[in-house]
C-alpha cells in the first residue's frame, strides 16, 4: 500500500499514511513568501514524511490460535444469560418477529436451573484459579431474553447461588438487565436491593414508541411511562444511577426527539441504535419502518470527516490507554474488528448454545452445555473464525480503516457468502475525499473565526 498519498491539484497538501502526517504542500509560487519563516521546521517535517514511507507496514494480519481463545476464556467477566425465551410483548419491529427470519422455531423456553448451574460452576473455577489478581476484582452478569423479568425465579437462583459460594466472595459482583420495562413494578424492590444495572428499551414519546406494543397489538406507552416515573419518585438515587434507555431508530422518530423526550422526562439520554438490518425476512415491512439514512445524517451536528480523519489518520486516537503507553510501531492483528471470542463476554442461550456475544445470530454456536458441564471444541472455533477471516483478510489489507475497524463478521449473515465485500471497504479515494473535506471545513472555521 502506497505510503504519501497525493491529494490531488486542486488542495496544498500531501499525506502520509504511515506517517499520519499532513503536510502543508503549497504551490511554489506561494512556498517562498509564506514558508521562508519557518523553512527549517518544514524541511525536517518532510524529510519525516519521506521517512516514514519507507517504514515497514504497521499492521500485521495473523491467523487466531486456540491459546488465544483459552486464554480469553480464562479471564471473560461478564456471562450473560438468556433466562427465558418468552416475551410478554409482540414488538413490529422485534428482530426474532416476523420481519426477520432469525427464528425458525417457537420461542417458549425458559432456561434450566442445571444449565445455569453448569455454567457458573465452569466460571467460579476460573474466577477463583485462573485470573491474574489485577483482571479479579469485578464480574459482571447480565440477564437478557425474551423477557428476563418473567423468569424472575431463575435470576434469584443464580444470584443467590453466586453469593453462596465462599470461594468468590472477595469478588463484586454487578448485575444488569435489558427488559422491556412492562413488568418492573412488580419485582422492583428485589432489583433495588441487589443494585441492578436496568437497560430498559423505550424509543421515546408515544408516537415515537408506537411500534412497541403487546400481544394484542397494545400499545405499552402508557404502562411503562407510569412504571418509570413511580421507580422514578420511590426510588429517585437508583433511579438516577441505575436506570439507562436503549432506543430504536425507525421512521416514527428522530434522534433530536428522541434525546428532547428523555432529557425532559427523565433528566437522562438514550442509547439509540438502528433497526437491525441482517436476516430480513419482510423487505417491504422492514423499508415501512426502518428512518431513512439521509434522516440519520442531516441530525448529525458533527463534521462526519474531521471526526473520521480525527480517530483514522491523525495518528493522535488511542483505542486504550495501553496503546499509548506502549505505542509498538508494528502491530500483529486479526483482520476486521471481531474480537476473540469471549474476550468481552459470553452468552449462554436458554436451549443451552454458548455464544459470543448476544449481538450476534444465535445459529452461529461456539459450544455446549450438556450433561457433562460445558463443552467448547477450541479447534474447531479457531477453524471457523479463521476461515471467515482468511477471506475477510484480502480486503482489510487494502483498506484505509483497519486500524480502526469495527466491523464484526458475526454480525451480518452477507459476511457468511462465498463472495461477499466488505460494506464498510476504505478505498484511497475516501481516505483523499475524507482529508479534503476536513482541511476544507478547518480552513472554513479558521476564516470565520478571524472575522470575527
Ligand atoms: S459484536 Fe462481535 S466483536 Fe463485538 S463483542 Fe460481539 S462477537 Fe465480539
Ligand atoms: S472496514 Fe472491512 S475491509 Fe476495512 S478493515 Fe474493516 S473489515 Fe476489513
Redesign the pocket.
Known sequence: MSSIIELGEDISYKYSFKGKRLIYWPQEENYIGNMEASVERYKSELTKLYQSANDDEDIHFIAMDSQMIQKAIDLTNQVIFEVTEKCNLSCTYCALGSTYKNVSVERCRNMDWQTAKSILDFYVQKWKNDRPKKFKKFCYIGFHGGEPLLNMKLIKRIISYIEKKEEIKELNFLYSMTTNGTLLHKHIEYLVEKNFILHVSMDGDREMNSYRVDKNGKEIYDDLYHNLKIIQSKYPQFFKENVEFLSVATNKNTNPGITSFFNKEFDKNSEIHLLSSTMVADYEEWESMRRKKDDTKSEKNDNKYLSDFLRLFSGNFYNHYRSLLDNPKTVNTLPT???I?F???VFITARKDII?????GFERKLGRVSDNGVELDLISIRDFYNNTLAKFKLHCERCFKKEACTV????NEKYFDESFTCEDFYPVSHLKRCIKETVNFLRERAGKANNY
Open positions: 474488528g471481531t474480537c471470542p474476550t468481552h463476554r459470543a456475544c448476544e449481538r450476534i464484526c463478521f458475526l454480525t
